[in-house]
T-cell receptor, first 115, second 111 residues
């Protein structure tokens, strides 16, 4: 079956702009988690959505937001972009809430560059 | 809050060498540890996991034993191959059900 699909794969924005990233989970998976990956900090948890509800949230400013649709697809939005937002944004899906089993299925990520 | 610490990389070994990547964690309650691997150009994937103390997870020749007394989950492999070159992430399920990752250890295997 198809894996986790993230779009776009690469994008370049300038400071102050906003960006929306999309994630389509594996069919049947109801949980979607988002992570920010940078060389210095590794993977940092952004948030998790399960059945259209935000179930968990990491320590990121309010500029980072997300949502999940009834078909389990998820989007995350970053407003007022800063240079430090340049990173690989990873989406991961799981059958149930990810924390229950720990097995997350990751997409290849969306690489955001902020100039 | 809960955290995961793993050895800094990169780690460079020759083929057939013995591998250990250390991982320790700080957590409340009874976290479940995991190892994920990210091969070049691919997304992260679960390598192995443990669910209770003294459990040994294994997959693809890799092993890790969940030591609650030392809060560790070190990854080992007896004989590495060039195809094992990747970034390895130690992770745990925290008390509030987040999956928290270490910073990753890049492994280079030389033929």
């Amino acid at each position: 079956k198809a894996g986790v699909t993230q779009t776009p794969r690469y994008l370049i924005k300038t400071r102050g702009q906003q960006v929306t990233l999309s994630c389509s989970p594996i069919s049947g998976h109801r949980s979607v988690s988002w992570y920010q990956q940078t060389p210095g900090q590794g993977l940092q948890f952004l948030f998790e959505y399960f059945s259209e509800t935000q179930r968990n949230k990491g320590n990121f400013p309010g500029r980072f937001s997300g949502r999940q649709f009834s078909n389990s697809r998820s989007e995350m939005n970053v407003s007022t972009l800063e240079l430090g937002d340049s990173a690989l944004y990873l989406c991961a899906s799981s059958l149930t809430s990810g924390g229950n089993t720990g097995e997350l299925f990751f997409g290849e990520g969306s690489r955001l560059t902020v100039l | 809050g809960d955290s995961v610490t793993q050895m800094e990389g990169p780690v460079t070994l020759s083929e057939e060498a013995f591998l250990t990547i250390n991982c320790t964690y700080t957590a409340t309650g009874y976290p479940s540890p995991f190892w994920y691997v990210q091969y070049p150009g691919e997304g992260l994937q679960l390598l192995l996991k443990a669910t209770k103390a003294d459990d040994k997870g294994s997959n693809k020749g890799f092993e890790a034993t969940y030591r609650k007394e030392t809060t560790s989950f070190h990854l080992e492999k007896g004989s590495v191959q060039v195809s094992d070159s990747a970034v390895y992430f130690c992770a745990l399920r925290s008390r509030d059900d987040k999956i928290i990752f270490g910073k990753g250890t890049r492994l280079h295997i030389l033929p």
